[in-house]
């Protein structure tokens, strides 16, 4: 009997379509020239509808029109535009990658065959790192950015997010058609449109990390803005029913507020971070929590519940009082005397030190005012530097045994000397001098209370020891985000790759790699960049071949391609690299040294 399912094969005339795209292929570009070999028994490619083959075979060709001859050479194209020559081998595999996973959706094929510069800057921003394409797989419909000429200009505006979203759940409201669904998925389209916009001018160089950090947070803060007031909209009937009548009780801002502590707080969130909340109301009716309690268990679900237009934030609520054994909702008066020390239930030091990044998100300038005074009392009280040192190292050590790092191992995060230390270390000397020094008590992120330690002569004068570990912490922070979004997990140095012996051979090459970014290393250490390539034949060979696009490719998949061609231009003129590992040594030991040096005064 003939076998039930047999294997899509193409026929010949299909198969031609794909010869045809093999011949538009140099040589150089074997990786490439191997994926579409894998097309003639493609299921989804043989099964298509000729219409939909017809486009994408188009697209396809389009494409490695655009692709350069060689990884340094110039592109098989008459078009003048200079970005074309930022269409790389990696981008246009992430690319195939993105296809392929839509080509039951022929109206994208048409929409990116109809439009090339979409196809064109969809192409550069996917040659840049891997999260862009992931990001586009989880929300398609972000690709209509792309066609905006003004995608990489500007910054977030939150006013004008809100005020567009505001107009659009009129109007929704005005037809009938403002069911939950939709408010989620509205959310979740304009959530997802904003931060591939600020992914998109991250990655072409046009902002800075904190500039990212400052961004996305803004978005965030807009989206809890809006969705805490669209959900309590939604609770109103049953709010009246258990006694908020008058209109002062039913003035949520009044009464609510949101205290975000972590990234979100520091303003310093990253793609894909958690939302570390706290809930705090003022209101002496006696249902009042169980009121507040009710919003903040629809918010948390509006917040993580997955659509057909993805998710927005993951929440954790572990940093109220008394932890996940605390109730979801505390009254700012409960929440004073547990900071402040008073009574027999009262925070811990590692809490204080949350304190350092918590600002009040949502709520009325009043209650923000409130929590400001609650916590410039925290952070200002005088302390014993000897004790709160003890206190800190002690749970240094604790975070320490709950991720530990194998030997031989570097963790961007978690290994002595990096980012964990440099945000402890900050910490300590907000929580230690904030009341000698006030203007150590504003919430600027890390970075900047690090460089301010040093202007404010906290530290020892001369020596730049707090912008030094800034500059650290900054470049360590860029990392962590791309490396999270590319998912290269986990976050290390594999030191074992240093040897030449083992390089090869070592299975993360690429992620061990990009922890520092081999552009930066050229950058700052020119001296060890003249040695770059003995250990690591591959990149030898192919800077020698002159191929630098390849080469980027390979030593710092995540690093910006605009500052990767720069810093390969100069050295391309310079030298012939040798001691590739030598370079990530000096770069691993220069990183931590910075942190070190404030660590040792610590």
Known sequence: AAPLHTPATSTPEEDDDIAHLQTLLPASHTALAQRLQTWRSHTRIATLRPSARQKLMRLMQRSLHWLPASPSGSANTTNNNPNINDITEAGLLRFIDWLETLLRRESYLAMLLEHPLVHERLLQLLGVARWPARYLTSNPGVIDELSSNTMFEGRFERDTFTAKLTQRLHALQATGEDDEET?????????????FRTLARDLDGRLSVEQVGDDLSGLADAILHLATHWCWQRLLPKVHSMGFTNAPQVNLDEHFAIVAYGKLGGLELGYGSDLDLVFIYENTHERSGEIYAMLVRKLITWLTSKTSEGDLYEIDTALRPNGNSGLLTTTIE???????????????????????????????????????????????????????KQEIIAMRQRVSSAHKVADG????????????????????????????????????????????????????EGKNLGHAAASAYRLAHEDADLLSSDDLRP?????????????????????????????????????????????????????????????????????????VAQDLRGFRQRFVPRGFAESFAVADQRHRRAVFGVQALV
């Open 183 to 195: 408010l989620l998925n509205l959310l979740r389209r304009a959530m997802h449109a904003s931060t």
């Open 334 to 388: 409960a929440y004073e005397s547990y900071q402040l020390q008073r009574g027999s239930n009262t925070a811990w030091l590692w809490e204080h030190q949350a304190m350092t990044r918590a600002r009040c998100c949502f709520g009325s300038p009043r209650l923000r005012t409130r929590f400001d005074a609650i916590r410039s009392a925290v952070i200002t009280a005088q302390r014993d530097a000897a004790s709160l």
């Open 409 to 460: 191992q570097f963790n961007l995060k978690h290994s002595a000397g990096g980012m964990i230390d440099a945000e402890f270390i900050t910490q300590y000397l907000v929580l230690l001098h904030s009341h000698q020094h006030p203007t150590m008590l504003e919430n600027r992120g890390n970075i900047a209370l690090l460089e301010r330690a040093d202007t404010l002569g906290i530290l020892p």
């Open 491 to 563: 976050l290390r140095l594999q030191l074992e790759f240093l040897k030449p012996e083992r390089a090869m051979r070592a299975a993360g090459i690429q992620s061990t790699i990009v922890v520092f970014g081999g552009a930066r290393v050229l950058s700052l250490e020119v001296a060890a960049a003249k040695r770059i390539g003995e250990a690591c034949e591959q990149c030898a060979l192919l800077v020698r071949g002159r191929r630098m696009h390849q080469y980027a490719e390979i030593v710092a998949p995540a690093v910006r391609r605009r500052v």
